[in-house]
């Protein structure tokens, strides 16, 4: 992968299907000292109440789509642009370029070897173009269904709808760089994260 940027940080892309376990392995990363630069986090920090965006989303959806503390409801605003491709392109055309600035100055904060940059959507959003190398967390799509429902208390038809809306495993396999198999317990996806961390400590030491 080719960033777009000039800076020699090396910029470590983290993503995965939902259940795959991206957030045990961010944080496992960061029980390391890395810096993490979590996109959804990144995502609800442009449209925090007062904030231009969130104006915006109010001016055009309705104030309604407020909750009474005035931040945003986003169980609704799901259930609105789900059936509406067009509200979908108008509400992406606004949030992206914001959160990708965002990413980018927190990435550029960054004072760890490396950082990793963790997002579900890393593909999907071409964030992917920020990052010198992306690291897959992957696993079966039946171990997502049960951890997801387990997790989340919903049917697997309910997962089902969340991961058609992100590319499929095999298209994500195809565009990683290293690929995790997070199909095992938590001890073993520590000693794998132990494992490419002195990998990506290598790497980075080439850029500097």
């Not at 915006?56 to 005035?70: E, K, M, N, Y």
């Not at 697997?156 to 396999?173: F, H, K, W």
């Not at 995790?180 to 790497?203: C, E, F, P, S």
């Amino acid at each position: 992968m080719v960033k777009d940027s000039t800076r020699h940080l090396f910029v470590l892309g983290l993503t995965g299907g939902i259940g795959s376990g991206k957030t045990a392995a961010s944080d496992l990363f960061a029980s390391q000292g890395i810096t993490v630069v979590d996109a959804d986090l990144v995502s609800r920090q442009v449209v925090t109440p007062g904030s231009p965006a969130l104006l915006s989303i109010a001016a055009h959806f309705g104030a309604d789509i407020l909750l009474p503390d005035g931040s945003l409801d986003r169980k609704s605003l799901r259930a609105r642009i789900f059936s509406r491709p067009e509200d979908k392109h108008w509400l992406e055309s606004l949030l992206h370029p914001l959160i990708q600035a965002e990413i980018g100055r927190q990435i550029e904060q960054a004072d760890s070897p490396y950082v990793i940059l963790s997002s579900p959507l890393l593909f999907e959003t071409g964030q992917d173009r920020m990052v010198d190398r992306v690291l897959l967390i992957d696993v079966p799509e039946s171990i997502q269904r049960q951890r997801t429902s387990a997790r989340d208390e919903i049917s697997n038809e309910a997962v089902d709808r969340i991961m058609a809306t992100q590319l499929s495993r095999e298209q994500r396999r195809a565009q990683a760089d290293d690929i995790l198999v997070n199909d095992r317990d938590l001890q073993h996806l520590a000693a794998q994260v132990k494992t490419l961390h002195h990998h990506y400590l290598q790497l980075a030491g080439l850029r500097t």
